[in-house]
Nanobody
Framework: QVQLVESGGRLVQAGGSLRLSCEAS????????MNWFRQAPGKEREFVAT???????YYIDSVKGRFTISRDNAKNTVFLQMNSLKPEDTAVYYC????????????WGQGTQVTVSS
């Protein structure tokens, strides 16, 4: 079992920056691929970024060059640095731990609200 707790979301003006954190409890954090998703009002949840245990990353096109995902395996934490924020980045951001490659399950955090004002 893994429990994920996100933090760092708040109201920010367009062009500003935020750093989201997701702290994981439990064991074998390094065996999980860690992802960030987001869900805007009235829209489906969408994938934003992923990072493997070794640090390989991938982003959706709309955040490339603006967002950076990173992880600290010693602290069981994954981060999402968000720069040059736009109003369309407004959403609840969810942390996800994918341990299916090792039969460890798939887990979600409770989400943190990011609101970008124009």
């Amino acid at each position: 079992q893994v429990q994920l707790v996100e933090s760092g979301g708040r109201l920010v003006q367009a062009g500003g920056s935020l750093r989201l954190s997701c702290e994981a409890s439990g064991h074998a954090f390094h065996n999980y691929v860690m992802n960030w998703f987001r869900q805007a009002p009235g829209k489906e949840r969408e994938f934003v970024a992923t990072i493997s245990w070794s640090g390989t990353t991938y982003y959706i096109d709309s955040v490339k060059g603006r967002f950076t995902i990173s992880r600290d395996n010693a602290k069981n934490t994954v981060f999402l640095q968000m720069n040059s924020l736009k109003p369309e980045d407004t959403a609840v951001y969810y942390c996800n731990a994918d341990g299916n490659d090792y039969g460890l399950g798939y887990y979600w955090g409770q989400g943190t609200q990011v609101t970008v004002s124009s």
